[in-house]
């Protein structure tokens, strides 16, 4: 298999990581369905731009990883988790308050 083949069926898989999960009804509250709908979207873009310019696996998953992790932390779920953290609050019992799965 070439590595070119390797690339795209790792950034196919990543593109249905969004796939709902049954744990909750509510993904937008969710910060496990926020991250997967994340990596998705990341995958996504990744696989399009492989598409145009052939990836280097471990640039792509270093990259994708990266990206997601940036993103991650531009949400509701890590910036309460922080600012719980820092005022020394249980993050998960601040979660649950607002009907949120961390």
Do not use: Y
Request: with cysteine; proline share 4%.
């Amino acid at each position: 298999m070439s590595a070119e083949k390797i690339v795209d069926d790792l950034l196919q898989s990543l593109c249905r990581s969004d796939t709902p999960l049954l744990h909750c009804d509510n993904r937008e509250d969710c910060g496990i369905c926020t991250q997967r709908k994340i990596g998705a979207e990341v995958g996504k873009e990744l696989l399009e731009e492989h598409r145009q310019k052939p990836l280097d696996a471990v640039d792509a998953a270093r990259r994708w990883s990266d990206e997601c992790q940036r993103r991650f932390e531009q949400t509701k779920f890590w910036k309460l988790w922080q600012e719980c953290k820092a005022q020394g609050l249980k993050p998960e019992e601040e979660f649950a308050k607002r009907g949120w799965t961390p």
